[in-house]
């Protein structure tokens, strides 16, 4: 017997001391889940009831229904917490059926009437339909007898749950019926219980309409730009991957690592908000998807100037030569992952030739801000659309300090806030070395590159596969731009594959040897 159990006091010993001690060891357990287990079992033994079943009430606005929380029974060897929506055997029972109200399970009828049922023996009751009891009993060889079903009610008096005693047994083991003591101190029990399980439901309420609150905000980040959507809905994904890579290792670096439920919650939020800032960054170069693009796509105009160009050109060879210039333009337009000096020594040269304009005048076949744009070495944003956009973390970070965040949350800043930092130091904002970052941002930055590099939407690459990816992030960790440490947990885990499943393009999957990729034999 555990020592938490022994300490329960028998119906007719109940008091007010007792009561305070129920309240310190409801207000003990963590988790909707674990505090339903705990309040069952509390009402097993102040009966000696060898089972019984917890019900949590749901309304979700389509149907009011008790859903299977926790299960016991102690002669069968059965204690189970059940999560609903799981192919579990444990159907809901819903309080109403085609419109009407159903009284004829005893569960969902407590549930209506919000009153206690107290049943000598279920087998000869006539008013509920025990069908479902009697198969279970046969299912399992068992006899369920006597049965005590309370509802539990909140402080607004609403329905938040129902429970279930079954078998209450005397002191030489024989099976009896609950008494009205044992009634009337279960009931006293579950009033104290139930204040408790409806904070926690509030607290896990109020959770939840934060989660869909971040994740509706990522999602609206994501929407602004169609060439890095999903990109604040998957650093969550693979952030988690990582940290549960390192949470799984017994010896090396992350040895000691672990998160617990809080903490886990922590990084979960920092994931999701790593990127709010962006919703203050122009949407013309969060969708600037080619080195010309403003309002709209500059190369129209380029083209408009080519033609013009050609119109008066003086021999066939000067326009095809203008055609193969005015290609390679729109080539170069598009972006990419370099932009080699031949090609913008190409660029500066085409800049010199001229067009003559409706008045006949020579003008440059490029502007000097289009050979400035044009020869971006990497990807379609200049220097300056870059700074406008690395600005995005200075403004997470002031929105994230800016949150009265609990004490459980207290980190979510400085792990969302260090995804762009390096470990030499020489990232940004703020310039943190590696020993300066916590080892959840560390994570962080691995995937936030990770996830860049192998997107399959950016307009200016065709999508990467994961041995270019690898390669890169190898480079950069020898750089110390990366924690080595994260990187070599990343790849050797091998948690990508699960983010390459769910999340990339089959092609891009050619990885047969991860390690050649860690030494550097790639």
Same mark, same amino acid.
């Given at each position: 017997?555990? &020592?938490?159990?022994? *300490?329960?006091?028998?119906?007719?010993?109940?008091?007010?001391?007792?009561?305070?001690?129920?309240?310190?060891?409801?207000?003990?357990?963590?988790?909707?889940?674990?505090?339903?287990?705990?309040?069952?079992?509390?009402?097993?033994?102040?009966?000696?009831?060898?089972?019984?079943?917890?019900?949590?009430?749901?309304?979700?606005?389509?149907?009011?229904?008790?859903?299977?929380?926790?299960?016991?029974?102690?002669?069968?060897?059965?204690?189970?917490?059940?999560?609903?929506?799981?192919?579990?055997?444990?159907? =809901?029972?819903?309080?109403?059926?085609?419109?009407?109200?159903?009284?004829?399970?005893?569960?969902?009828?407590?549930?209506?009437?919000?009153?206690?049922?107290?049943?000598?023996?279920?087998?000869?009751?006539?008013?509920?339909?025990?069908?479902?009891?009697?198969?279970?009993?046969?299912?399992?060889?068992?006899?369920?007898?006597?049965?005590?079903?309370?509802?539990?009610?909140?402080?607004?008096?609403?329905?938040?749950?129902?429970?279930?005693?079954?078998?209450?047994?005397?002191?030489?083991?024989?099976?009896?019926?609950?008494? &009205?003591?044992?009634?009337?101190?279960?009931?006293?029990?579950?009033?104290?219980?139930?204040?408790?399980?409806?904070?926690?439901?509030?607290?896990?309420?109020?959770?939840?309409?934060?989660?869909?609150?971040?994740?509706?905000?990522?999602?609206?980040?994501?929407?602004?730009?169609?060439?890095?959507?999903?990109?604040?809905?998957?650093?969550?994904?693979?952030?988690?991957?990582?940290?549960?890579?390192?949470?799984?290792?017994?010896?090396?670096?992350?040895?000691?690592?672990?998160?617990?439920?809080?903490?886990?919650?922590?990084?979960?939020?920092?994931?999701?908000?790593?990127?709010?800032?962006?919703?203050?960054?122009?949407?013309?170069?969060?969708?600037?998807?080619?080195?010309?693009?403003?309002?709209?796509?500059?190369?129209?105009?380029?083209?408009?100037?080519?033609?013009?160009?050609?119109?008066?050109?003086?021999?066939?060879?000067?326009?095809? %030569?203008?055609?193969?210039?005015?290609?390679?333009?729109?080539?170069?337009?598009?972006?990419?992952?370099?932009?080699?000096?031949?090609?913008?020594?190409?660029?500066?040269?085409?800049?010199?030739?001229?067009?003559?304009?409706?008045?006949?005048?020579?003008?440059?076949?490029?502007?000097?801000?289009?050979?400035?744009?044009?020869?971006?070495?990497?990807?379609?944003?200049?220097?300056?659309?870059?700074?406008?956009?690395?600005?995005?973390?200075?403004?997470?970070?002031?929105?994230?300090?800016?949150?009265?965040? =609990?004490?459980?949350?207290?980190?979510?800043?400085?792990? %969302?806030?260090?995804?762009?930092?390096?470990?030499?130091?020489?990232?940004?904002?703020?310039?943190?070395?590696?020993?300066?970052?916590?080892?959840?941002?560390?994570?962080?930055?691995?995937?936030?590159?990770?996830?860049?590099?192998? *997107?399959?939407?950016? =307009?200016?690459?065709?999508?990467?596969?994961?041995?270019?990816?690898?390669?890169?992030?190898?480079?950069?960790?020898?750089?110390?731009?990366?924690?080595? /440490?994260?990187?070599?947990?990343?790849?050797?885990?091998?948690?990508?594959?699960?983010?390459?499943?769910?999340?990339?393009?089959?092609?891009?999957?050619?990885?047969?040897?991860? /390690?050649?990729?860690?030494?550097?034999?790639?």
């Amino acid at each position: 017997m555990k &020592p938490s159990e022994a *300490a329960v006091p028998a119906a007719s010993e109940w008091s007010a001391d007792n009561t305070s001690d129920l309240l310190v060891r409801l207000a003990q357990e963590k988790g909707v889940g674990n505090l339903m287990q705990r309040i069952l079992r509390e009402a097993r033994q102040l009966t000696g009831a060898e089972g019984g079943t917890f019900y949590r009430f749901i309304d979700d606005g389509q149907n009011s229904r008790l859903a299977f929380s926790v299960v016991h029974n102690t002669v069968l060897g059965i204690e189970a917490v059940i999560n609903e929506g799981q192919d579990n055997g444990w159907p =809901p029972i819903p309080l109403y059926k085609e419109g009407e109200a159903n009284h004829r399970n005893v569960a969902s009828h407590v549930g209506l009437t919000r009153q206690a049922v107290n049943i000598a023996d279920v087998y000869d009751a006539e008013m509920f339909d025990f069908t479902g009891t009697r198969h279970f009993d046969a299912q399992h060889g068992y006899r369920s007898q006597s049965m005590l079903t309370l509802p539990l009610l909140n402080h607004e008096d609403d329905i938040i749950g129902v429970m279930q005693l079954i078998n209450a047994r005397d002191e030489d083991g024989n099976t009896r019926a609950f008494l &009205p003591e044992d009634q009337g101190t279960v009931q006293a029990m579950v009033k104290f219980a139930a204040l408790t399980l409806d904070n926690q439901l509030l607290v896990q309420s109020h959770k939840n309409l934060l989660d869909a609150f971040i994740q509706a905000l990522a999602r609206i980040i994501d929407v602004r730009s169609a060439h890095t959507s999903a990109h604040c809905q998957r650093i969550p994904v693979l952030t988690e991957l990582i940290a549960q890579a390192a949470c799984e290792q017994t010896d090396g670096p992350f040895a000691d690592f672990n998160l617990n439920d809080d903490e886990w919650y922590e990084l979960h939020v920092a994931a999701w908000l790593h990127d709010c800032g962006k919703l203050a960054t122009s949407e013309n170069v969060l969708n600037k998807g080619r080195k010309l693009q403003k309002l709209h796509d500059g190369f129209e105009a380029v083209r408009a100037r080519f033609a013009a160009a050609i119109a008066v050109a003086q021999s066939d060879d000067e326009k095809v %030569a203008l055609r193969d210039d005015m290609e390679f333009v729109e080539q170069v337009n598009r972006g990419g992952e370099f932009m080699s000096d031949e090609y913008k020594a190409r660029i500066e040269r085409i800049a010199t030739q001229t067009w003559p304009d409706a008045y006949g005048a020579l003008q440059p076949l490029l502007t000097e801000d289009e050979v400035y744009n044009l020869n971006i070495t990497r990807g379609t944003i200049n220097n300056e659309e870059r700074a406008e956009i690395n600005r995005h973390i200075d403004i997470t970070i002031d929105i994230l300090e800016g949150l009265p965040f =609990p004490p459980k949350l207290r980190r979510v800043p400085e792990y %969302a806030g260090g995804h762009h930092e390096r470990m030499d130091g020489k990232g940004y904002p703020r310039g943190l070395t590696r020993d300066q970052l916590s080892i959840p941002a560390r994570m962080m930055g691995v995937a936030d590159i990770f996830e860049a590099l192998t *997107a399959k939407e950016r =307009p200016y690459k065709p999508p990467m596969p994961l041995s270019q990816a690898f390669t890169i992030l190898r480079r950069m960790r020898d750089d110390n731009h990366i924690d080595h /440490e994260v990187f070599e947990l990343f790849l050797r885990s091998e948690k990508w594959r699960k983010y390459a499943q769910d999340h990339l393009l089959p092609e891009q999957d050619d990885i047969v040897d991860v /390690e050649q990729f860690i030494t550097g034999d790639a």
